[in-house]
């Protein structure tokens, strides 16, 4: 019985130890060695701009496309990307771009009435949608629009 006993302990122990972490894994993401830069690869997020991800969604072929602010300017804050989140539930794609005060939707079945009706209550709110977007005039009523 005894030998049985440690014969069971001994599985224990080599199961545990192959059950560790693994160090080189465990390095692998420190922030004390500077990763190789690879060739061809930005350095910064590819989505900086409402310009850039907005075209990027027109390539993706999002029928509305819409651009959301905080009304004083400000960086969008975990209530309103909650907010936004939670009002688009429908949406395809949201980006948080220009350092966080700007969110660029992209869906494709949106009922855009009802959606921007919330949304500017709270955000500006642009269509950027284009010729091919269905966003209604009576939705466009709230909806403000920058000159470019």
């Known amino acids: 019985m005894r030998r049985a006993g440690t014969l069971v302990l001994f599985i224990l122990a080599i199961f ?3 059950c560790g972490p693994n160090e ?7 922030n004390d060695v500077e990763p190789a830069a690879v060739p061809g690869t930005p350095s910064a997020a590819k989505y ?3 310009e850039s991800e907005v075209a990027d969604m027109r390539t993706a072929n999002f ?19 909650t907010f936004v989140r939670t ?16 969110i660029v939707i992209g869906a494709n079945a949106l009922t855009v009435g ?9 955000f500006n709110v642009e269509d950027v949608s284009g010729p091919h977007g269905t966003s209604t005039s ?8 920058e000159q470019r």
């Open 87 to 102: 009002t688009t539930v429908n949406a395809n794609r949201r980006s948080l771009v220009e350092g966080g005060k700007a």
């Open 16 to 18: 545990s130890a192959g």
């Open 114 to 122: 009802e959606v921007v009706k919330k949304l500017s209550e709270r």
């Open 24 to 30: 080189a894994i465990l390095k692998s993401n420190s």
């Open 48 to 50: 900086d701009s409402v």
């Open 138 to 145: 009576d939705a466009n009523a709230n909806i403000v629009h």
């Open 63 to 81: 029928e509305i496309i819409l651009v959301i602010r905080r009304k004083d300017g400000g960086v969008m804050q975990a209530e309103d990307k």
